[in-house]
């Protein structure tokens, strides 16, 4: 089973940047499809990036967020760019291990505690 830890969240002013890290232990990492989500203040939770074989984003963070990940520190990374204050809210880190290939979050079956982002302008 593996297990997620976020980090790297915070309080920072609008257009300004934060990098998130995803550490995962327990189980073999290369083989999962590793993503990102979200929820904003009233909204559900939400897609915001994935990885597996190439890159995979929501359309609202196109161009802003970068995923990418480091398969020999079992890592998933999330920078965000230009941040809005519509970027606030708890993101979290989630693997599917069941190579689905789907970025619905119904699909993965670990996630992380979560990891607040706050923009203020």
């Known amino acids: 089973q593996v297990q997620l830890v976020e980090s790297g969240g915070g309080l920072v002013q609008a257009g300004g940047s934060l990098r998130l890290s995803c550490a995962a232990s327990?189980?073999?990492?290369?083989?999962?499809?590793m993503a990102w989500f979200r929820q904003c203040p009233g909204k559900e939770r939400e897609f915001v990036a994935g990885?597996?074989?190439?890159?995979y984003y929501a359309d609202s963070m196109k161009g802003r967020f970068i995923i990418y990940r480091d398969n020999v520190k079992n890592a998933v990374y999330l920078q965000m760019n230009s941040l809005k204050d519509e970027d606030t809210g708890v993101y979290y880190c989630a693997a599917d291990s069941g190579r689905s290939g789907s970025m619905l979050p119904s699909a993965f079956d670990a996630w992380g505690q979560g990891t607040q982002v706050t923009v203020s302008s």
């Open positions: 327990g189980g073999t990492f290369r083989d999962y499809t």
């Open positions: 990885f597996r074989w190439r890159a």
